[in-house]
């Protein structure tokens, strides 16, 4: 037969048809009917690597952890793509109530073009779609889509204990978690590098409706696009007898002790939505930061992203770091920060180039709203025409910041039409109500310091107005330079 010819060889390819027989060969012919038959026939076999060619809708009996799990020792790379765009493949978990994958044991998953990963449902640590634990996940095509991880953590996909998750192209849409990272929850040293792609229409009630970065793992950005997710969509929900707060991070959620590295590629249109104004709910469109987790955006787009209350494109309680030519614009805050806001001790965002243009607040702090006890510090980039509805149409400033280069200019009022309104994303739930932003005030000082704000001017160049509550507020180290010139 065609499988005892290749017996010998380093690959192998194995057909999986919906009308298959597990008791056939594998051949285009005579495909086989299960997954897990699939991988009966190369475990412990002489090949590097086996391709899995599936075609129709396949559901088959669950395994322990999943519909399929690719578990244990002697398995080569595994390989699954849909046999082409006319007779595309889908593992639909649908009603079987399990995930639809499970990787573990330093198994290497690969996803290929023409198969969607469908109907997974799980909760706990979640991956309703794919989990990978101890193991690797590489994506090049296809697609994980209407995957629900309920009460659990990933709707898409979870990578945990130390997995590694490398997406090369494909789409990960319309995944739902009630919890935390509707697309894709990287957590437990696991790691997740995103080249290309797009991960779009994906929900989390509470954060991180595109990625949600858990302890001690990392998420590098390095192209692809993150966008039209959501987070958040209802009341304040309990848990375990606590309230907790939902809609943070529509884009990406960045937890303690982990890392968002973004070097290129766009976080665009996604919102962070709520009902309510406590807990920091309805909070970073783009990018939400927790206390110690870090964020550095080199390059790219973090744009046209919306938040219900705070920090249209980002909002940070960590730290957060922009180089290079990174671009931050467009975005929306009803209430603060139509760019960035910065809140609590923990809070510091450096700003050593690239641009903050064009951003909203119908409340204070076009640009940048800088808290009490949080800082900010320029040292290079552009801050231009960003608008405040009531305070501040570059920065508000509650906190501490430093000056030292840069140019901040023409940040003031235009018309409505010239500024970005946020879209409704294309996500089936929640529903998303409407943000109503009252018109910018054209006689908004440029930079406000409030009762508790404090500011060092030691260079760059600053157009428009700064108010004032005291003269001790400001510092300008420029007019002291200035001075000593004139003694010498």
Request: glycine share 16%; aromatic share 6%.
């Amino acid at each position: 037969s065609d499988i005892i010819k290749i017996m010998n060889t380093e690959e192998i390819t194995l057909y999986i048809d919906e009308n298959g027989d597990d008791s056939n060969s594998g051949t285009r012919d005579d495909p086989l009917w299960s997954v897990a038959m699939a991988l009966n026939r190369v475990r412990k076999r002489a090949y590097k690597a086996a391709c899995f060619v599936i075609s129709g809708s396949v559901t088959e009996v669950a395994a322990q952890k999943a519909m399929i799990d690719i578990t244990g020792d002697g398995l080569p790379i595994i390989l699954l793509r849909g046999e082409s765009a006319e007779r595309p493949g889908i593992l639909n978990a649908k009603g079987l109530e399990k995930r639809v994958i499970y990787v573990a044991d330093d198994n290497t998953l690969c996803i290929e073009g023409h198969i969607a990963i469908r109907g997974g449902v799980t909760q706990g640590l979640g991956g309703a779609g794919i989990a990978v634990e101890g193991a690797t996940l590489i994506m090049k095509g296809g697609e994980i889509s209407d995957n629900d991880a309920r009460f659990g953590m990933g709707g898409g996909v979870y990578v945990g204990r130390d997995g590694k998750f490398v997406m090369l192209g494909g789409a990960i849409t319309r995944n739902h978690t009630k919890l935390h990272g509707g697309g894709v929850f990287p957590d437990d040293g696991g790691k997740f590098t995103l080249f290309d792609g797009t991960i779009s229409g994906n929900t989390a009630f509470v954060s991180g409706a595109g990625v949600f970065v858990g302890l001690d793992s990392e998420f590098k950005m390095l192209g692809g696009c993150i966008e039209k997710n959501m987070a958040g969509g209802q009341d304040g929900m309990m848990l375990a007898g606590m309230s907790i707060p939902c809609g943070q991070g529509g884009g990406v959620y960045v937890c303690q002790n982990a890392l968002f590295e973004m070097e290129d590629g766009k976080i665009i249109k996604n919102r962070a939505i709520a009902a309510g104004r406590n807990d920091h709910a309805g909070s970073g469109g783009g990018v939400f930061v927790e206390k110690g987790g870090v964020c550095c955006i080199a390059q790219g787009s973090l744009a046209q992203n919306g938040a219900m209350n705070w920090g249209g494109g980002l909002y940070s309680q960590g730290h957060f770091t922009v180089t290079a030519e990174c671009i931050i614009e467009n975005n929306v805050a009803r209430l603060g920060g139509g760019g960035i806001y910065i809140t609590q001790e923990w809070g510091i965002c450096e700003m050593k180039g690239g641009f903050l243009l064009n951003n909203y607040t119908g409340g204070k702090g076009g640009a940048v709203h800088v808290t009490e006890n949080a800082t900010f510090i320029l040292e290079h980039g552009f801050i231009t025409r960003n608008h405040a509805g009531e305070l501040g149409h570059a920065f508000l400033i509650n906190g501490k910041a430093a000056i030292n280069g840069g140019l901040i200019f023409n940040n003031k009022y235009l018309p409505e039409n010239e500024f970005y309104q946020h879209p409704e994303p294309e996500a089936p739930e929640p529903e998303a109500p409407d943000v109503e932003l009252p018109e910018a005030d054209e006689d908004v000082p440029a930079l406000v310091l409030e009762e508790g704000g404090k500011l060092i001017i030691r260079g760059g160049e600053i157009e428009g107005k700064i108010a004032l509550k005291s003269k001790t507020q400001l510092v300008d180290l420029r007019e002291q330079k200035t001075v000593n010139r004139q003694e010498e």
